[in-house]
C-alpha cells in the first residue's frame, strides 16, 4: 500500500488511546513504500501528541518519507486558501490536498473526513480517501 499520510492517521497510529487506533496501526501493516508527508503534518501531529520525539521516531522508522517542498508549492497553497476560504482550511490540510495533486495515484490516509469529503484536487476531482470506519 501507498499513501499520503495526513495527522489524523498519524495522531492514531503513534496515540494507543485513540479510538482510531487499531485502523491506523492496520493501514501501517499495509504498508508497501514509505507513506508520504510533510513538515506540516508532523509539526500538527507532535503538537496534538505532545511529543515531538515519536513523531521524529516513527519518520526515522521508515514508516514516513517528506516528499513536499512547500516553498516550490506555495503559489499553489495560495491558490487552494482562497479556493476552500468557505471551509478555512488550515496549512497542513493545503499541503495535504496539494500532495495529492502531485501524487494524484496514492489516497490521502486521514481521519479528517468533514473536510476531505469537500476538498477536491485540480478543481474538481474528488481526492482519494482512505478513512477509519463510521462507528
Known amino acids: 500500500m501507498k499513501g499520503i499520510a495526513d495527522t489524523g492517521f498519524l495522531v492514531a497510529f503513534l496515540n494507543a ?4 487506533h487499531a485502523w491506523a496501526v492496520e493501514l501501517a501493516d499495509r504498508v508497501t513504500t514509505p507513506l508520504i508527508t510533510c513538515e506540516a503534518v ?15 521516531e516513527v519518520l526515522s522508522s521508515g514508516l514516513l518519507t517528506l516528499e513536499f517542498d512547500l516553498d516550490a508549492n506555495r503559489e499553489h497553497l495560495v491558490d487552494l486558501a482562497e479556493r476552500f476560504s468557505d471551509q478555512t482550511p488550515d496549512l497542513c490540510d493545503l499541503c495535504v490536498v496539494r500532495m495529492s495533486e502531485l501524487h494524484s495515484e496514492y489516497p ?3 481521519t479528517d473526513r468533514k473536510d476531505f469529503s469537500v476538498y477536491r484536487r485540480n478543481r474538481k476531482q474528488i481526492i482519494p480517501t482512505i478513512f477509519p470506519p463510521e462507528r
Not at 488511546?17 to 482510531?20: A, I, N, S, V
Not at 508532523?42 to 521524529?56: C, F
Open 17 to 20: 488511546r485513540d479510538e482510531h
Open 108 to 110: 490521502v490516509l486521514t
Open 42 to 56: 508532523l509539526t500538527e501531529a507532535a503538537y496534538l501528541l505532545g511529543s515531538a520525539t515519536l513523531v521524529l
